[in-house]
């Protein structure tokens, strides 16, 4: 299971930190990655993170705002966003990859979403 | 970056009829060292994340019934719903991994005919 929270309304330049709970596999095995889903549009993989945190792909669009980063002991994944933009604006889900290099871009398990609002 | 696209937008199909949706990458997602073609397709229903049908091109997940089927090579795909089933309508998309970024098709939404 995957649950994500931190979702909400912020302003333009605003920042916000997104969570994911997992729950019932063995997170530290697994690539997992943020997919943002914009209203009425297709999923965008906005962020990506190696089992260890030693490896992590941005999409270009939020590289050097965004910051994805993992907790193994507690089962967590984050998604630090900053300088925040009104195309920011979507429903972002915790995706759980594959175990292998190969598979790292393949989401078998997502999260319900929390939707992020970028507005003032 | 490599672009999906998806036909048609729309279709509309009776219950008990086939289904199929195109899908056609701007350049080959077929990976000439393992011969796989790094494509997948997904299913969204209303108000829920997408659900992963099918990896490899054609290879279903577990759990996935049997009437859904993928097929295609290169820049040619097809997801094909053999027997149309009410719980089928939604959007589908397919997503290539071959290369960051990391794009998917707009999107086909199925409905019943």
């Known amino acids: 299971q995957l649950v994500e929270s931190g979702g909400g309304l912020v302003q333009p330049g605003g920042s916000l930190r997104l969570s994911c709970a997992a729950s019932g596999f063995t997170f530290s095995t697994y690539w997992m990655s943020w997919v943002r889903q914009a209203p009425g549009k297709g999923p965008e993989c906005v962020a990506n993170?190696?089992?260890?945190?030693?490896?992590?792909y941005y999409v270009d669009s939020v590289k050097g705002r965004f910051t994805i980063s993992r907790d193994n002991a507690k089962n967590s994944l984050f998604l630090q966003m900053n300088s925040l933009r009104a195309e920011d604006t979507a429903v972002y889900y915790c995706?759980?990859?594959?175990?292998?290099?190969?598979?790292?871009?393949?989401?078998?398990?997502w999260g319900q979403g929390t939707l992020v609002t970028v507005s003032s | 970056d490599i672009v999906m696209t998806q036909s048609p937008d729309s279709l509309a199909v009776s219950l008990g009829e086939r289904a199929t949706i195109n899908c056609k990458s701007s350049q080959s997602v077929l990976y000439t060292y393992d011969s796989q073609n790094y494509l997948v397709w997904y299913q969204q229903k209303p108000g829920q994340p997408p659900k992963l049908l099918i990896s490899w091109a054609s290879t279903r997940e577990s759990g996935v019934p049997d009437r859904f089927s993928g097929s295609g090579s290169g820049t040619d795909f097809t997801l094909t719903i053999a027997s149309l089933q009410p719980e089928d309508v939604a959007v589908y998309y397919c997503?290539?991994?071959?290369?960051?970024?990391?794009?998917f098709g707009q999107g086909t939404r199925l409905e019943i005919k």
């Open positions: 997503q290539q991994f071959y290369s960051t970024p990391i794009t």
């Open positions: 993170i190696k089992q260890d945190g030693s490896v992590e």
């Open positions: 995706a759980r990859g594959g175990d292998q290099w190969l598979l790292r871009y393949v989401w078998n398990y």
